[in-house]
């Protein structure tokens, strides 16, 4: 299984895109498994529709796995990953099953980057901390099924800017956010209308 985190998709898509290249074209089984964040669920839990690409209405319309344009991001640490929409290639993947997705939750997040930092020595970034908590998790459900299983993730970067997040977790300040399935359904009333030719 091949993981990353994911908030528009080129961190996963470096890492991944190898791998379904041999799916597609050699026939190779290998899982692809993005990981997001819970209070920006944007493969979990948007919709897969043409949006606007920013909150300005200034980039182009695609088509893409969305919030709503007009999503404000929740105060998480993972701000790499706080954006309303996807790579539309990525969300084309997705939508025909080539790729699977997750969300995970804040706590779990840190608790599995400090879990890391403790083997390893390396302070991940809260967004990398993602895919290490999709990897903590395989591992365990490998163990659990009795079976042996090749995981790589890509350690996309540091945790040195973001040490005021895990003293924060460290001293119980943060909390876990799940973006409200209503606010979902408010942005879907927002987005731009497409006709296309039949």
């Known amino acids: 299984v091949v993981i990353g985190c994911v908030g528009g998709g080129s961190n996963f898509a470096g890492i991944a895109y190898p791998f379904l290249r041999q799916n597609i074209l050699d026939g190779q089984r290998t899982r692809l498994l993005v990981v997001e964040p819970i209070a920006t669920p944007t493969l979990t839990k948007g919709i897969y529709a043409f949006d606007y690409g920013d909150s300005a209405k200034m980039a182009p319309i695609v088509k893409m796995y969305t919030l709503g344009h007009d999503f404000v991001p929740p105060p998480i640490h993972a701000g790499g990953l706080r954006y309303h929409g996807m790579a539309p290639s990525l969300c084309a993947l997705y939508d025909a099953g080539y790729i699977e997705a997750i969300a995970v939750p804040q706590l779990a997040t840190f608790d599995a980057a400090v879990t890391f930092t403790r083997a390893e020595g390396i302070l991940p970034a809260p967004e990398s901390a993602h895919a290490i908590r999709g990897v903590i998790d395989e591992a ?57 030719p039949a």
């Open 140 to 196: 365990l459900d490998a163990k659990e099924k009795g079976e042996k299983r090749v995981i790589l993730f890509n350690l996309s970067g540091h945790g040195h800017f973001d040490m005021g997040a895990y003293q924060a977790y460290l001293n119980e300040q943060l909390q876990d956010y799940e973006y409200p399935e209503e606010e979902i359904k408010e942005a879907m009333q927002h987005l731009p209308e497409v006709n296309l």
